[in-house]
């Protein structure tokens, strides 16, 4: 596993922190790189990440090389890998207006950017504990036909084709999700 793409990681960490993506120890992030898997530690502020903490794995989530303890979504994140051959990079958020969507069982519109389906809505995902197996298998069979999920009660959970891809979809998402919930309070106290 190459060091820049480490790097890499580590700016993608600190970028959606000071975007208030994900507040304090929350989110993670991970990329695939052949038959490996770079995914963030587990309790730490992706704001702070560090180089040399970052996990390495195999597709079977056996630690290769480096760091401290895996996030742990790692199941979460190598069950999408091992469904999708087209993913290479996942990010993970709670990010407060998605989150707040999620938390209130309320649908998030599918805006022009979000691609494949003409569904009206982003799909959710019903909800399952943080870091299970079933959470897992959830987000991973949701993530078959989108490229983003809602977690049920939890957050979300953005797919590219490469790292910045993932993080743009999620940075979307909760804009999406922002812009809506503007608009209702605006279109609820115009009578
Ligand atoms: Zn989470």
Redesign the pocket.
């Known amino acids: 596993m190459n060091k820049p793409l480490i790097v890499k990681i580590c700016e993608t960490g600190r970028h959606i922190y000071n975007k208030g993506l994900t507040p304090g120890k929350?989110?993670?992030i991970s990329v695939r790189s052949k038959d490996t898997v770079v995914i963030t530690p587990s309790n730490v502020s992706l704001g702070h990440l560090k180089v040399e903490e970052m996990v390495i794995v195999d597709m079977d989530g056996k630690i290769v090389a480096g760091g401290i303890k895996p996030s742990?979504?790692l199941q979460l994140h190598l069950d999408i890998y091992q469904k999708r051959d087209d993913v290479k990079g996942i990010v993970?958020?709670?990010s407060p207006f998605a989150t707040g969507f999620a938390m209130s069982n309320e649908m998030i519109e599918r805006l022009e950017g979000f691609g494949k389906t003409h569904k009206p809505f982003l799909k959710m995902v019903e909800y399952a504990p943080?870091?299970s197996a079933e959470l897992a298998n959830l987000a991973g069979n949701g993530l078959i036909s989108e490229d983003v999920v809602i977690?049920k009660n939890?957050?979300l959970v953005a797919t590219g084709k490469n790292l910045l891809e993932a993080t743009l979809l999620a940075e979307f998402v909760e804009e999406t999700a922002k812009t809506q919930f503007i608009s209702r309070v605006l279109g609820n106290t115009k009578d």
Do not use: F
Request: net charge negative.
């Open positions: 929350s989110g993670n742990s979504e993970h958020t709670h943080p870091g977690l939890h957050g």
